[in-house]
C-alpha cells in the first residue's frame, strides 16, 4: 500500500491548499476548496504551473516566496488575487517527499475580517498605484524621464516631503542621481559623496543585503553615529526618513530615500518601495545600456576621442556664433612607419599617446575623424586667444616629443561655415607637414623627404659584400647572441645599435631592462633614452 502523500489530509480542508514542484513550478495537488474557487478538475491541474494558474502569469511571479521557504517553518504574507478577487493570508512552507522538493501553501480568505481587510485594502490601492506608475513609467521616452516621474509619482501619491534616488559607482563612491522634492518637483543632485560608501553603512548592510528598509525617525542618531553621511544627506527640517535598498545581481547598488511620509505610513511606504525598488533598478540599467551605446555611438574605441558621428551631431545642433570659431586639425607624423617596422600595435600607441596630449589640453573637444587625423573645435574664442591656444600645443609636442602636423585657421561669428575653415585647416597642416620634411634629420643631416622617398629603395644585394659579411653568410654565426654575450647583465656599459636613416635602434638586455624599455627593437630609441635619463 502506498504511503499516503502528507498534502493529502488537507482534501476536505475549508482553505484552499496547494502543492507545486519548487522547480518546475509544476502543480502536483489541489483541494477541494482549490479547485472549486478555480473551477478545475484534478486532471486539469495536474498540467498547469502555478503561476500560470493562480495568477495568471506567463512567467514565475516577481514575488515568489520560494527563496525564503525553508523545511518544519511558515512563511507568512498577504496577497491579493486579481483573479480570484479575493485577499489572502497566505502560510508558505518547503517539504520535501521523494527526492523533490515541494511548496504547500494554505491560503486564508481576509474578506470577512475588518481589521485585516482595512489593511487589504490599502494593499489594493497601493498594487493599483504601483500597476498605474508603471504604466505610465514605460510610457516615458527615455529612462530618465521614467524615473524622474516614478519618484513624483511616488511622492505625490504617498504625501511625502521629498524622494531620492542615490547610486554606488566608481569603487563605492555615493551619486545623488535623481531627487523630486514637493516644493520644486524634480531638483538638482548633488556631487559624488567621497568615501567607501559600504564600508561606512555597516550597521545597515545586513538589513541592505536581505531586501530590508532602513527606517530613522531620530535624526540625532545619524548625525551623532554617520557626521559625515548625515552632513552629505542634509535632512534639515526632516522628521522621519525611509531608504529602500537598490539590488542588482545580490550587490548592494544604491537605494531609494524617502524624506517625512504621513503620520504612521513609514511601514507602508517602505512596503511600496520595496515592491519599487525593482523596477527602479530595471530602469537603472535601462539608462545605463542607452548610455553605453551613446557613447560607443560617439566616441573612437581605440582613444576614447569623440568621433565623426559626434563631430556632425555637434554641427548641426549648434546655433548661431556671436564669437568666433577655430579648427585646429593634426595628422600623427611616421605612423605608417612605425605600422610598418614595429607593428600596428606600436602604432596605436603612438596614436594613444598623441590624442592623450591633445585632450589634456583640449578635453572634451578632439574629435578623431582618421586613422591619424585629430580636429579641434574651439568655439567662442577671440582670433587672439585662438592663436595663443594653437601656440601652447606647439609648445606641449615638442616638450613631449610628439610628431604632429599642425594647421589651424579662425573665423569671426558665423561668416565662415566649418567646411571652409576645415579646408584653410587642412591646407596649412599640409604645409606644416611639408616644412617638416624639408628640414634636415639632426643626426644624419639628410633631408627628411630624402630619407622618406628613400626608405626601402635599396636593397641589400645592392650593398658590396664584405669580408664579414661573407663570414655571416657561409658560416654559422648567431648575431643575438653574440651581441648579448658582449653586453652582459652586470657589464658597467650598454651596447646598442641602430638605422640613424630609419631611426630604429637595436639595444642590448641590460639596456631594456634597466631603463624599462618594452622591447630590444626602439624606434626613436635616443630621444626615449634622453626622456628616461
Excluded at 555615493?174 to 516644493?183: G, K, Q, S
Excluded at 647583465?489 to 646598442?496: E, S
Aim: aromatic fraction near 14%.
Amino acid at each position: 500500500m502506498n504511503e499516503r502523500a502528507p498534502w493529502e489530509m488537507f482534501e476536505n480542508f475549508n482553505e484552499i491548499v496547494y502543492a507545486s514542484d519548487m522547480e518546475t513550478y509544476d502543480i502536483i495537488y489541489m483541494n477541494k476548496a482549490a479547485r472549486d474557487s478555480f473551477q478545475i478538475t484534478e486532471e486539469e491541474y495536474k498540467k498547469q504551473k502555478c503561476y500560470s494558474l493562480i495568477s495568471r502569469f506567463s512567467l514565475p511571479c516577481y514575488f515568489c516566496t520560494n527563496p525564503k521557504l525553508k523545511v518544519g517553518e511558515f512563511y507568512e504574507w498577504v496577497y491579493h488575487n486579481p483573479y480570484l478577487k479575493r485577499s489572502f493570508k497566505l502560510k508558505d512552507t518547503m517539504y520535501c517527499y521523494e527526492g523533490r522538493k515541494i511548496r504547500i501553501e494554505i491560503a486564508i480568505d481576509l474578506t470577512l475580517n475588518e481589521q485585516e481587510n482595512r489593511s487589504v485594502n490599502e494593499m489594493i490601492r497601493d498594487e493599483v498605484f504601483i500597476n498605474s506608475c508603471l504604466t505610465m513609467t514605460h510610457s516615458a521616452s527615455t529612462p530618465n524621464e521614467s524615473m524622474n516621474f516614478m519618484l513624483q509619482y511616488m511622492g505625490q501619491y504617498k504625501g511625502c516631503k521629498s524622494a531620492s534616488i542615490y547610486e554606488i559607482r566608481n569603487n563605492n563612491w555615493l551619486y545623488h542621481t535623481y531627487c523630486w522634492d514637493f516644493e520644486n518637483g524634480i531638483c538638482p543632485v548633488k556631487a559624488p559623496f567621497q568615501i567607501d560608501f559600504l564600508e561606512y553603512i555597516k550597521e545597515w548592510k545586513r538589513k541592505f543585503v536581505h531586501n530590508e528598509p532602513v527606517i530613522l525617525k531620530d535624526m540625532e542618531i545619524i548625525k551623532r553615529k554617520m557626521p559625515e553621511f548625515y552632513s552629505y544627506l542634509a535632512p534639515e527640517g526632516v522628521s522621519c526618513m525611509v531608504f529602500i535598498p537598490l539590488l542588482y545581481n545580490g550587490e548592494i547598488s544604491g537605494f531609494l530615500r524617502v524624506d517625512d511620509p504621513p503620520d504612521k505610513k513609514a511601514k507602508n511606504i517602505a512596503l511600496v518601495g520595496r515592491m519599487m525598488s525593482h523596477f527602479i533598478v530595471s530602469i537603472i540599467q535601462r539608462r545605463n545600456l542607452v548610455e553605453n551605446l551613446e557613447y560607443l555611438s560617439f566616441h573612437d574605441q581605440l582613444t576614447g576621442a569623440l568621433n565623426r558621428n559626434a563631430l556632425n551631431a555637434h554641427l548641426k545642433k549648434e546655433d548661431k556664433r556671436q564669437k568666433g570659431r577655430g579648427v585646429i586639425y593634426c595628422d600623427v607624423i611616421g605612423l605608417k612607419k612605425v605600422n610598418d617596422m614595429l607593428g600596428h600595435a606600436s602604432g596605436d600607441k603612438l596614436i594613444v599617446r598623441a590624442y592623450q596630449t591633445l585632450a589634456g589640453l583640449f578635453p572634451g573637444k578632439v574629435y578623431r575623424v582618421g586613422g591619424d587625423e585629430f580636429i579641434i573645435l574651439e568655439d567662442g574664442k577671440e582670433e587672439r586667444e585662438f592663436n595663443q591656444t594653437v601656440s601652447q600645443l606647439k609648445k606641449k609636442i615638442r616638450a613631449e616629443n610628439i610628431s604632429l602636423s599642425i594647421g589651424s585657421a579662425w573665423a569671426d561669428g558665423g561668416e565662415v561655415g566649418f567646411e571652409q575653415l576645415f579646408k584653410a585647416a587642412d591646407e596649412c597642416m599640409y604645409e606644416d607637414k611639408f616644412s617638416y620634411y624639408s628640414q634636415e634629420e639632426p643626426m644624419t643631416g639628410v633631408p627628411r623627404e630624402t630619407k622618406r622617398r628613400s626608405y626601402g629603395a635599396r636593397s641589400i644585394a645592392e650593398k658590396p659584400q664584405t669580408s664579414f659579411g661573407t663570414f655571416i653568410e657561409k658560416c654559422y654565426f648567431d648575431a643575438e647572441s653574440f651581441f648579448q654575450s658582449v653586453a652582459l647583465p652586470d657589464a658597467p656599459f650598454y651596447l646598442y645599435c641602430g638605422d640613424l636613416e630609419k631611426n630604429l635602434y637595436y639595444i642590448s638586455d641590460n639596456l631594456k631592462d634597466d631603463f624599462n624599455f618594452d622591447d630590444n627593437l626602439v624606434y626613436d630609441f635616443v630621444t626615449h633614452l634622453e626622456i628616461r635619463i
